[in-house]
């Protein structure tokens, strides 16, 4: 899941400046799971537009709407419902949301509401881990399904580095160690033979380094 949080509305605020009509638009997938760009944060952020051009003595109609999901194209097409009823769309969908909008609706001006974050799940109620850096080649059949890319502060491929101390990371005495949570799950299922393994030296291109990433299947294309 991506997780998101709302942008500082200051910031917003200085984005819409010049608009006067606004779309705040949501999206019913993963900002609406981590209360970051559902329905009830479009009506939260909308009211607070309104508050701040009333406060700057300026006239405002602030829309509300979500889309199923933002990064879609089929979906895309429903703000069309809209069609000239605004100079300007809040996006409270991840950064993927804004970018669909922009290259489906090059007219449009779309800004961002939220600064997505990572790629997460839910630890507890109203915390996220991250989980995963989408780095486009997965090694966790190596690792015991934990994540050194994503869950290491120094991505180490073997590890854990010699700032480990007492199973926590280095970076902060209540953040564990990623690899000796690996090395004692692969005790545990046995596979602790594994960690003998050196892995080579880790190859950055799929992880976005070579430009923008595309995935196609052609059992699904048309």
């Not at 009211?47 to 509300?64: N, P």
């Not at 997505?116 to 799940?121: A, I, N, Q, R």
Request: with cysteine; proline share 4%; glycine share 12%.
């Amino acid at each position: 899941m991506i997780i998101a949080e709302r942008k500082p509305v200051e910031e917003i605020m200085h984005m819409v400046s010049s608009a006067e009509r606004i779309l705040v638009l949501g999206c019913r997938g993963c900002v609406s799971v981590c209360s970051a760009g559902g329905e009830r944060e479009v009506e939260i952020l909308a009211s607070l537009i309104r508050l701040g051009k009333q406060k700057e003595g300026k006239k405002a109609e602030v829309l509300e709407g979500s889309l199923v999901r933002q990064c879609d194209k089929e979906y895309i097409d429903s703000i069309d419902i809209w069609e000239g009823k605004y100079d300007a769309i809040v996006s409270m969908a991840c950064g993927v949301g804004v970018n669909f909008i922009a290259n489906l609706r090059p007219a449009t001006v779309v800004y961002p509401g939220v600064n997505t974050s990572f790629f997460g799940g839910s630890a507890e109620q109203g915390v996220w881990a991250e989980q995963c850096a989408g780095c486009g080649n997965c090694i966790l059949h190596h690792t015991g399904g934990l994540c050194p890319v994503a869950r290491c502060a120094k991505s180490l491929m073997n590890g854990p580095c010699g700032g480990s101390q007492d199973g926590k990371c280095e970076i902060h005495s209540e953040v564990p160690c990623v690899w000796q949570l690996i090395h004692d799950r692969l005790a545990r299922l046995d596979r602790k033979k594994d960690m003998l393994e050196v892995a080579p030296i880790r190859d950055w291109r799929p992880a976005g380094h070579g430009g923008p990433r595309k995935v196609k299947r052609d059992d699904l294309s048309v």
